[in-house]
Nanobody, 115 residues
Framework: QVQPVESGGGLVQAGGSLRLSCAAS????????MAWYRQAPGKQREFVAR???????HYADSVKGRFTISRDSANNTMYLQMNSLKPEDTAVYYC?????????WGQGTQVTVSS
């Protein structure tokens, strides 16, 4: 069993930066890929970025050029560097691990961008 644990959220002004971290508690041997999702108030959860075990990366169009996903396999940790933040980036950000049989979700970390 593996449990993602997010950290690094907070309040930032528009144009600012934040770095989210997602640490894996437990074995990650069965994890294929790691990803970030977010959910704004009143909206459905949406995809943000994904990094596979091969290093292949995908971003949502809304964050391309502003967000960078990375992975430290030695420490079982994933990061999301968020630059040029906008008020519409305000959401709870969730870490997702894609396992062989199921996905694992973190508890989420709040990111609030003030205008």
């Amino acid at each position: 069993q593996v449990q993602p644990v997010e950290s690094g959220g907070g309040l930032v002004q528009a144009g600012g930066s934040l770095r989210l971290s997602c640490a894996a508690s437990g074995s990650t041997l069965t994890i294929n890929a790691m990803a970030w999702y977010r959910q704004a108030p009143g909206k459905q959860r949406e995809f943000v970025a994904r990094i596979g075990t091969s290093g292949l990366i995908h971003y949502a169009d809304s964050v391309k050029g502003r967000f960078t996903i990375s992975r430290d396999s030695a420490n079982n940790t994933m990061y999301l560097q968020m630059n040029s933040l906008k008020p519409e980036d305000t959401a709870v950000y969730y870490c997702n691990f894609e396992g062989l049989r199921r996905d694992y979700w973190g508890q989420g970390t709040q990111v609030t961008v003030s205008s």
